[in-house]
């Protein structure tokens, strides 16, 4: 008789396979997973819950969004066995391209398919109409906690509709307007606001009435981690609860974003970042002012723009190497400086803050282009921070 073999056993052949596929975010083992897979029928089902739990994984050289290529084939795929899609938990939706084409009537079926399982999407739309009916289905995915929506020539008026009927799953919402929010009616008598642990919204042409816009659809009470960018010259804290807040980030500009902010209205704020575009903008060192001695900031994180090193020192360091290192808390925070690797600069940022560094407080951090003017290049700081809300 002979010995039963330990891949008998389901759940140590799943945990198998999950190893491998923890490696494969490391180097490319898609093959070997795909080898499992034709194993045998138990071997099946996990090593396709890894293939397709990510899509933006199927190809490692596929780095950040699948390439129009893949895309294609991706929804060849699904739309041939729409039993994959219960295996997707994350997934790039891009609604972009017009027209009756092969392209467009395959990726329009397949955002018609029940993701049940969906639980982080990111929808880049630029024709609404098209994909209206594919919106409001994804949205509805009875799973979604985290919403990353990028609205180019539309706005959110376009499918409020679907904006309302969106899973109350949802925890996280990253919405970026690259033109005015529109018009938004009042929702309907039984709509109850989504209430939101994270939010991260940036309008490239902010305005003020714009936030109020957005606020109505949202719960922002039990708020605890908010970034703006791209936003408004005055953001309207009075919308939100600043009591619950954790985690604030601003992107910092002479006379936008920061204006009027009132750090000690933050009383759980435990870590606090702020992103210099250009020059040190003078409301950023008022801002800083505002911190009570009874916060417990642990970190304050400074974001820096190779620019501002001009002639190989960092003109508006002393203010703010003044400012950091005076501030009335206890312990005393960390302050982390972000650099873009790439800046070039010919002088160490330890001698450019001697009283952080005399007080223990700076901790240097060289990243890889980090600072063009895109908020998706530091997007895993953010998404580490909320992680465990």
């Given at each position: ?28 083992f ?82 018609q ?48 509709d ?76 009075g ?26 209205l933050?009383?759980?704020l435990n ?71 790439d ?25 890889k ?9 530091n ?11």
């Amino acid at each position: 008789m002979a010995r039963p073999s330990p891949f008998d056993v389901q759940e140590l052949l799943d945990h198998c396979i999950d190893s491998l596929a923890v490696g494969a975010k490391r180097r490319d083992f898609t093959a070997d997973l795909l080898s499992c897979a034709l194993v045998a029928r138990s071997w099946t089902n996990p090593a396709q819950s890894h293939l397709f739990r990510d899509p933006h994984f199927t190809n490692s050289r596929i780095e950040y969004e699948m390439s129009g290529q893949t895309m294609f084939k991706f929804s060849r795929t699904v739309n041939g066995s729409p039993h994959l899609v219960q295996h997707v938990r994350v997934i790039w939706a891009p609604m972009n391209r017009g027209g009756e084409t092969d392209y467009t009537r395959a990726t329009r079926k397949m955002w018609q398919l029940e993701y049940t399982n969906l639980e982080r999407l990111r929808l880049d739309v630029l024709i609404p109409e098209m994909y209206k009916e594919a919106i409001e289905r994804l949205l509805r995915s009875p799973r979604l906690q985290y919403l990353r929506l990028l609205l180019h020539s539309c706005t959110l008026s376009d499918f409020q509709d679907a904006f309302e009927r969106t899973a109350r799953t949802l925890e996280h919402l990253d919405i970026r307007f690259a033109c005015p929010v529109g018009s938004v009616r009042t929702p309907s008598p039984d709509f109850a606001p989504i209430p939101l642990k994270s939010l991260r919204v940036g309008m490239w042409k902010g305005f003020d009435e714009d936030y109020k816009k957005l606020g109505r659809l949202l719960d922002l009470s039990q708020l605890k981690a908010l970034a703006i960018y791209y936003g408004p010259t005055s953001p309207p804290w009075g919308l939100m609860s600043t009591t619950t807040i954790e985690v604030l980030q601003i992107w910092a500009e002479e006379n936008h974003y920061v204006e009027g902010l009132d750090l000690s209205l933050f009383p759980k704020l435990n870590t606090l970042r702020l992103d210099l575009l250009n020059r040190l903008p003078s409301s950023l060192l008022l801002v800083l002012s505002t911190i009570a001695p009874s916060q417990r900031i642990e970190t304050i994180v400074i974001g820096v723009n190779g620019s501002i090193f001009e002639n190989t020192y960092f003109k508006d360091a002393p203010r703010l190497d003044e400012a950091l290192a005076s501030l009335p808390l206890l312990p005393l925070p960390t302050i982390e400086v972000e650099i873009d690797r790439d800046t070039g600069i010919e002088v160490s940022p330890e001698v450019l803050f001697p009283s952080l560094v005399e007080k223990d407080m700076l901790r240097v951090l060289w990243r890889k282009a980090l600072w063009r003017r895109d908020p998706d290049l530091n997007e895993g700081w953010w998404q580490d921070r909320i992680r465990n809300f």
